[in-house]
């Protein structure tokens, strides 16, 4: 999923600034190596996968860095980063994937009795246990397709603490997520807001650059939803003018 999204945004800048050429760098983080584990005890999602992608892009190895924004910690600084430019928001919700076989009739019927679904995130446990009360909520980690795979193939998630638990009936994702690995086709069911409110940021796309690299931050500008929003308004490059007085500013320090 990170890899579709990174190329999304390579495509809009190649379309959008003449002359660039993109390369993209993929990284691994601590998140996408340890398939197992629960993200808190790498620094919750941020550290597990932010945190090492962020000190790339500080160390200058980086020009920009995409994330997920439900992915950012909203509770720290970040000191030389700043966010240039975001997708347009993809539909934010959370949806049902059911296990070949199973039909939402017959899970909705039981209210989840003797079934599991799996999920890593402690909000989704929460209004499934509510919605559901007596399925079971297991730890369930990977990337959207390789999730939707063990739920197809009735693998088993491997716990930290040894063991494992499943197979998985059902699963609780992003659908945004599934629509960008192409795997849409698979929502069971759409939870509307009233049953599960969706993380912070889910469905967004950021685009993180170093707060100093004014060229850069010109060009993941170019094309967003910000600089369109100012156009909309009738000011037209404002948001492109705004950025390069704050550039001549910092210049003027140093």
Same mark, same amino acid.
């Given at each position: 999923m990170a890899l579709a999204q990174t190329e999304e945004i390579a495509r809009r800048l190649a379309l959008r600034v003449p002359g660039i050429s993109v390369e993209i760098v993929k990284f691994e983080?601590?998140? !996408?190596? !340890?398939?197992?584990?629960?993200?808190?005890?790498?620094?919750?999602?941020?550290?597990?996968? *932010? $945190?090492?992608? #962020?000190?790339?892009?500080?160390?200058?190895?980086?020009?920009?860095?995409?994330?997920?924004?439900? !992915?950012?910690?909203?509770?720290? !600084?970040?000191?030389?980063?700043v966010i240039g430019a975001t997708l347009s928001r993809d539909p934010p919700g959370d949806v049902l994937v059911l296990r070949p076989g199973l039909s939402i009739d017959a899970f909705r019927r039981a209210r989840g009795k003797g079934f599991k679904i799996g999920t890593n995130a402690v909000r989704r446990a929460a209004y499934a246990r509510r919605l559901f009360p +007596?399925?079971?909520i297991i730890h369930y980690r990977g990337a959207a397709d390789t999730r939707v795979r063990k739920l197809d193939h009735l693998e088993l998630q491997r716990l930290p603490e040894g063991g494992a638990v499943g197979p998985a009936d059902a699963l609780i994702m992003a659908r945004s997520?599934?629509?960008?690995?192409?795997?849409?086709? $698979?929502?069971? %069911?759409?939870?509307?807001?009233?049953?599960?409110?969706?993380?912070?940021?889910?469905?967004?796309?950021?685009?993180?650059?170093?707060? #100093?690299?004014? +060229?850069? $931050?010109?060009? *993941?500008?170019?094309?967003?939803?910000? +600089? #369109?929003? %100012?156009?909309?308004?009738?000011? #037209?490059?404002?948001?492109e003018d705004s950025l390069r007085r704050q550039m001549v500013w910092d210049r003027a320090r140093v």
């Open positions: 983080t601590t998140g !996408d190596t !340890d398939q197992t584990s629960k993200l808190l005890p790498h620094g919750g999602k941020g550290g597990a996968f *932010v $945190r090492q992608i #962020r000190e790339a892009v500080v160390a200058g190895s980086l020009h920009a860095a995409m994330h997920s924004l439900k !992915d950012m910690p909203g509770n720290e !600084d970040t000191p030389g980063l +007596e399925v079971e997520g599934l629509e960008r690995v192409g795997l849409a086709s $698979r929502i069971a %069911y759409e939870f509307p807001v009233k049953e599960m409110l969706p993380a912070v940021g889910q469905g967004i796309v950021a685009v993180e650059c170093a707060a #100093r690299d004014w +060229e850069m $931050r010109l060009q *993941v500008l170019k094309g967003s939803p910000a +600089e #369109r929003l %100012y156009q909309r308004l009738g000011f #037209r490059g404002a948001g």
